[in-house]
Nanobody, 127 residues
Framework: QAQLMESGGDSVEAGGSLRLSCTFSSYSWGSSCVGWFRQAPGKFLEGVATIFVGDGESYYSDSVKGRFTISRDSTKTTVYLQMNSLKPEDTGTYYC????????????????????RGPGTQVTVSS
């Protein structure tokens, strides 16, 4: 069973940057799809970005496109989320997860296709 762990969350001012990391254990990446999701208090889980670990093809939600970048390292054991030009509305707990559903869609619009979510890391952006 995959075990995921997020890190890198912090409190920053609007306009600042953070880089989140998602590390895996007990899992072979292969051609996996990994996604970053976030949840603000009182709101539903929102897809942020997804990436095919094999070839690096990535997808973004409209709310972060142009500001966030998802990537994986050369050993394909860590997935990153570089967040620039942060806004207060980016505040929330950020999670990474792996696409597990049969016939999954590797896109932020399909959070229901992802599982093995980590405990999350908190991002707070102040205005």
């Amino acid at each position: 069973q995959a075990q995921l762990m997020e890190s890198g969350g912090d409190s920053v001012e609007a306009g600042g940057s953070l880089r989140l990391s998602c590390t895996f254990s007990s899992y072979s990446w292969g051609s996996s799809c990994v996604g970053w999701f976030r949840q603000a208090p009182g709101k539903f889980l929102e897809g942020v970005a997804t990436i095919f670990v094999g070839d690096g093809e990535s997808y973004y939600s409209d709310s972060v496109k142009g500001r966030f970048t998802i990537s994986r390292d050369s050993t394909k054991t860590t997935v990153y989320l570089q967040m620039n030009s942060l806004k207060p509305e980016d505040t929330g707990t950020y999670y990474c997860a792996i696409a597990v559903a049969e016939g999954y869609v590797c896109a932020p619009t399909h959070p229901q296709d992802f599982g093995y979510r980590g405990p999350g890391t908190q991002v707070t952006v102040s205005s």
